[in-house]
């Protein structure tokens, strides 16, 4: 083997690694407008079952998407029509007498009283959140800022999201069509479970988090707690979140019950309520609403969120579910005919001879 050979082969190594970190550095120039790429192409296909819906009726897609779009823009500016003014004002109340309710809080629960002799909980708790809102009202420039980056960030998400949804059909046929031939039917196939999974699994749980929203609400007016807005937004967000969410909602608004209210029967019923509330969720509303989008265990779906969330966050915690329930049911029927396959090999061949 020659020198100049040799020295080719270097030549072309350092000329591939040149190439992929190149292309590794511009991915990760580019990664925030990936991310929102990943975030409206996922929407798109949690919204395109009743895009399919519609088409299948004889509706023009295009039709079909402008009538998700608009729906879903003026339930969302309803939405906020009717629950920001008092989300806001609310929220702001309670940030304002947050040391009253620590005080009314301390009266309630002699444990906590003890315990805050001996350690100055409220004490601290109290400069904190003063601390907090000095900070609040010194970088309100910045909050402003980063409020506008999020709704430049969202509305760009949206136009995507309807770029995705008006494609989505030629996107498909596309990712089908760059397998070969003889693997295109099963390509196809995975795609539609894919599209499937997510599709009926985040409308799903969009779904259940609203009737969580919806019930806390009435729950906590009809029991006369205060700041029920935004404990009630709070439950529908955490309620999204799988395993913990419901839990953590249910926490904090027993603990503001507590903080505001008496403890019976204001508290007591409260805390009731979720109880009941997350067995109804847990083992009739949600069986009903989901039924087969996910088939996994508890464990399962833990670490998908776990992973999902640590890389995209509440929206990554979301998709990782119905993706990782999709690859699920993509390999199990593969591995299964897999193993059948060759259990039918080793039965039909011979053994030896004796």
Not at 31 to 40: D, E, P, Q, T
Not at 132 to 156: K, P
Not at 218 to 229: C, E, R, S
């Amino acid at each position: 083997m020659s020198r100049l050979t040799v020295f080719g082969w270097a030549v072309a190594a350092a000329g591939g690694v040149a190439a992929v970190a190149v292309a590794a550095m511009t991915l990760y120039s580019v990664r925030s407008v990936l991310i929102k790429a990943v975030i409206g192409l996922f929407l798109a296909i949690s919204l395109d079952p009743p895009v399919r819906w519609m088409v299948g009726r004889g509706a023009r897609r295009g039709h079909a998407v402008a009538i998700i779009f608009l729906t879903t823009l003026v339930l969302t500016a309803l939405f906020l029509w009717a629950f920001l003014p008092p989300l806001l004002s609310q929220g702001t109340g309670l940030t304002s007498d947050f040391p009253g309710y620590l005080a009314h809080l301390r009266r309630q629960s002699p444990a906590l009283a003890r315990l805050d002799d001996r350690f100055h909980l409220l004490e601290h708790i109290t400069a904190w959140a003063r601390t907090m809102l000095d900070r609040a009202g010194h970088n309100a420039w910045t909050y402003g800022q980063r409020a506008m980056g999020a709704v430049s960030s969202a509305l760009l998400v949206g136009v995507l999201t309807i770029y995705f949804m008006l494609d989505l059909p030629r996107i498909r046929k596309g990712l089908v069509a760059a397998f070969p031939q003889r693997h295109r039917r099963k390509a196809d196939d995975a795609v539609a479970v894919v599209a499937d999974k997510v599709g009926s699994y985040m409308i799903g749980n969009f779904a259940i988090s609203a009737i969580a929203g919806v019930a806390t609400f009435v729950a906590l007016t009809a029991l006369q707690v205060p700041f029920a807005v935004p404990l009630t937004v709070f439950v529908a967000l955490t309620d999204l979140l799988p395993m913990i969410g419901a839990t953590l909602g249910a926490v904090v608004c027993i603990v503001a019950a507590l903080a505001t209210t008496d403890l019976w029967p204001n508290t007591i019923v409260v805390a009731l309520f979720f109880v009941v509330y997350q067995q109804l969720e847990n083992y009739l509303i949600a069986p009903r609403v989901l039924r087969n989008a996910v088939q996994m265990s508890a464990l399962a779906v833990l670490l998908a969120a776990l992973i999902g969330g640590t890389l995209l966050g509440l929206i990554g915690a979301l998709m990782a579910i119905p993706i990782a329930a999709a690859i699920k049911a993509i390999t199990v029927p593969a591995l299964r005919t897999r193993r059948q396959d060759s259990l039918t090999t080793t039965l039909e061949t011979p053994g030896p001879r004796s």
